[in-house]
């Protein structure tokens, strides 16, 4: 039985909101008899809490098979100064602690954040472990690109350099988009070194949390009287919300009725937007903090379409893979998809309606072409995205490539 350790710093498990990506890889693993620990911050970005008590510096548990440690890092706001000491928390952690858990066959180090990767680099030569990194997120390129970092600064620079190392010590390189492979083939790394891993939905997973987690049971409601466009995610900049709000007022002003609108979540720009919208009068604009993932599949299944959006960037040249897509599409919703980027796969599979980003005339557009059809066509539409998650993004389909790389 070899062991598997997987470092990443902002992993959770299904009770808490947001990516599961590990949960899920970790929890087939163990399912085909890999001993797995997964090692993440205890304090949750984006939703500001902390699963530890101060005095508590780790907790280690066991759920689904999964040896999971949870690693005190400071808390803090947006991508300032705390920040930054968190991940060295993590870090230093790591570096210091790894003795204290059975050794490793496989060490895999997942960005964000590269330290994450660099401790995963450092500690599998100490114990004589294989090294792969998984690349989420292009760092430094995102904070460049997204206007947080400048290009030829010190940070960026020294960012920069240790993306290389996190390169060239990798055996192997898991990238989640296909455009990154371009990226780090650039760099000098030979594209028979870079994997792509998509992310993806457990979809017999999914189907039992819609059957067993009623929305009921949460503070959330919907009018089933109305038309019914949700989003559930974080709220920050790069998701570009203001342009569904936009839409909203646009079909306010044109004196269309029947239309409400739910977000669902927490971040940066959550009470900016809230305050917008109290400014337009709109009534129909419901926001609801985050919920545990458990909830995520029934509140989905009371949409009538869904919105996935993003700022128009070149940083989505090299594609996208955020997990909430392929959960709107387990769904069977219709979703309205707002990114330039190389991998639409809304458009692909013909489950939905594919508009510009940060276009507030197409997404009011497209919620009413949606809102015109019969509820039969919308279900057809939203079939479509279903059965392209099922063929290519379901979790022991994505866990068949990992194991690859794993015993490869």
């Known amino acids: 039985m070899k ?5 990443n710093h902002h992993a959770v498990t299904p009770d808490i909101g947001g990516g599961t990506r590990h949960y899920d890889f970790g929890r087939e693993l163990v399912k085909r008899g890999y001993q797995v620990y997964i090692f993440a911050s205890s304090f949750i970005h984006y939703q500001y809490i902390n699963v530890l008590n101060k005095n508590e510096k780790t907790k280690e548990m066991v759920t689904d098979g999964i040896h999971w440690v949870w690693i005190n890092t400071r808390e803090y706001r947006g991508n300032g100064k705390n920040r930054i000491l968190g991940m060295i928390d993590y870090y230093r952690f790591m570096m210091k602690n ?34 792969i990194s998984e690349i989420r997120d292009l760092w430094p390129e995102t904070l460049i690109e997204l206007g947080t970092l400048k290009r030829n600064g010190a940070v960026a620079r020294a960012l920069f350099a240790l993306e290389d190392y996190v390169y060239q010590k990798s055996e192997k ?14 760099k000098g790394i030979s594209r028979e070194r870079i994997i792509y891993i998509n992310n993806g939905v457990d979809v ?3 189907d039992k ?22 989003y559930v995610g974080a709220i920050g900049t790069a998701n570009a919300l203001d342009t569904l709000l936009e839409a909203a007022k646009k079909l306010k002003d044109k004196g269309t009725g029947g239309i409400n609108f739910t977000m669902i979540g927490t971040g940066p720009l959550k009470g900016q937007l809230m305050k917008k919208t109290e400014e337009y009068r709109l009534e129909n604009f419901k ?26 960037s070149p940083l989505y040249r090299f594609g996208i893979s955020a997990n909430k897509l392929f959960d709107y599409m387990c769904s069977g919703k219709p979703v309205i998809f707002a990114i330039n980027t190389i991998n639409d796969f809304i ?13 507030a005339d197409q997404m009011a557009d497209a919620i009413l ?3 015109g059809m019969s509820e039969a066509d919308r279900d057809m539409m939203g079939a479509k995205g279903r059965q392209f998650a099922e063929k290519n993004f379901d979790i022991p389909i994505l866990v068949n490539k990992l194991e690859e790389v794993i015993n490869g």
């Not at 062991?3 to 470092?7: A, G, K, M, R, Y």
Request: charged share 15%.
């Open 3 to 7: 062991t598997i350790w997987i470092l």
């Open 98 to 131: 790894y003795g204290n858990y059975p050794r490793p066959d496989v060490i895999i180090g997942s960005a964000v954040h590269l330290l994450a990767c660099a401790a995963g680099c450092r500690i599998s030569r100490k114990a004589g472990s294989r090294f």
């Open 173 to 186: 390189i898991i990238v989640t988009a296909p455009g990154m492979a371009d990226y780090i083939a650039q």
């Open 204 to 206: 017999s997973s999914f």
């Open 209 to 230: 949390r819609k059957q067993g987690y009623k929305p009921s049971d949460t503070a959330i409601s919907f009018d089933h009287d109305a038309f019914n466009v949700v």
């Open 287 to 312: 926001y609801y903090d985050a919920v545990a993932k458990h909830y995520v599949p029934g509140l989905l299944s009371m949409a009538d379409c869904l919105i996935f959006s993003a700022v128009d």
């Open 347 to 359: 458009q692909e599979s013909g489950g939905g309606i594919s508009i510009d980003p940060e276009n």
């Open 369 to 371: 072409s949606l809102y």
